[in-house]
């Protein structure tokens, strides 16, 4: 089912984007670190996490940097794999601010003993996309983690095969997401980055 957007303040308003109008604060049920914001399908199992963090030195490269936050996030008894990585585009970002994406998938180790817990996802498809602020010393991280568990993808939806351009409803929608984030995501305070200046457009 397509959902509507919102457009939504993130860390008081010093950044601004539209999410997906059921998505739900996550803050409003539970502590999140002050460098994170999280929003959760309320009907469902995906989420957004959005992330300021210091600026990745080593690697170099932004490519590297890419792959190094997206391991950083993949917990380290989940096997991994990156189907592709690409540029994005995010109109309200200053010129030539280096934006990379990646379309990759963890997944659980078997259950031991037979003791599969209850809404363990069969494998998540993680949507990330990595936002290089250099003049603010700060990598801005967008992800759209989207589990799949069994008995709740859509009946018409067959096998998942990035490869092949199978990406399945719900894959589908988190691009939907990802890509309507792109569109609006706007730094509107830069001294939310410790002070840190806007670059010259």
Request: proline residues 7%.
């Amino acid at each position: 089912m397509t959902e509507a957007f919102k457009h939504t303040e993130l860390f008081g308003g010093a950044i601004t984007a539209n999410l997906p109008a059921g998505y739900a604060d996550v803050s409003n049920i539970r502590e999140v670190p002050d460098h994170q914001e999280i929003y959760l399908d309320a009907s469902g199992f995906s989420s957004i996490v959005i992330e300021i963090a210091e600026r990745v030195t080593e690697p170099h490269t932004d490519d590297e940097a890419l792959i190094f936050h997206f391991e950083d996030i993949v917990d380290e008894q989940d096997s991994s794999r990156i189907s592709r990585t690409d540029i994005a585009n995010l109109p309200h970002l200053t010129p030539n601010t280096p934006c990379l994406t990646l379309l990759a998938t963890t997944t659980p180790p078997p259950a031991t003993n037979g003791n599969t817990r209850a809404l363990t996802p069969t494998f998540v498809a993680i949507l990330l996309t990595l936002i290089r602020l250099e003049p603010q010393s700060t990598d801005l991280i967008v992800t759209v983690n989207i589990p799949h568990i069994p008995g709740h993808q859509e009946p018409t939806d067959g096998p998942v095969n990035f490869e092949e351009d199978k990406f399945g409803s719900l894959v589908q929608e988190g691009v939907r997401v990802r890509n309507e984030v792109w569109r609006t995501l706007e730094v509107k305070d830069w001294g939310l980055f410790d002070g840190g200046k806007e670059d010259e457009v």
